[in-house]
């Protein structure tokens, strides 16, 4: 499986963004998707996974925030994030899993995208 993140961006404050996470090759639609985070120098964070029928995971603290969704028929995760601060700024990856469950440990995860850079100003 490939992961191609896009979406990603400057935005203020308050604002909002949606990335896009694109999934390709042979069990692109059979996996199970998350988002992660990382800000240089601190550890990874989890962010949100979904599954194909639609189950979904959120990190406690992104709750209400943050929505995660997908397009089977594209192989396509979203995140819609609102409402933003400038400690959601990080790099946001995708990643996949060809597990049953979902999962908020990264190391669960097989497939990774390159990530997209999100900065939100004060």
């Known amino acids: 499986v490939q992961l191609q993140a896009s979406g990603g961006g400057l935005v203020q404050a308050g604002g909002s963004l949606r990335l896009s996470c694109a999934a390709s090759g042979r069990t692109a639609g059979s996996v199970i998707m998350g988002w992660f985070r990382q800000v240089p120098g601190k550890e990874r964070e989890f962010v949100s996974a979904?599954?194909?029928?639609?189950?979904?995971i959120y990190a406690d603290s992104l709750k209400g925030r943050f929505a995660i969704s997908r397009d089977n028929a594209k192989n396509t995760m979203y995140l819609q994030m609102s409402s933003l601060k400038p400690e959601d700024t990080a790099g946001y990856f995708c990643a996949a899993s060809n597990g049953r469950r979902l999962s908020s440990l990264g190391y669960q995860y097989y497939y990774w995208g390159q990530g997209t850079q999100v900065t939100v100003s004060s």
């Open positions: 979904i599954d194909r029928s639609g189950a979904t």
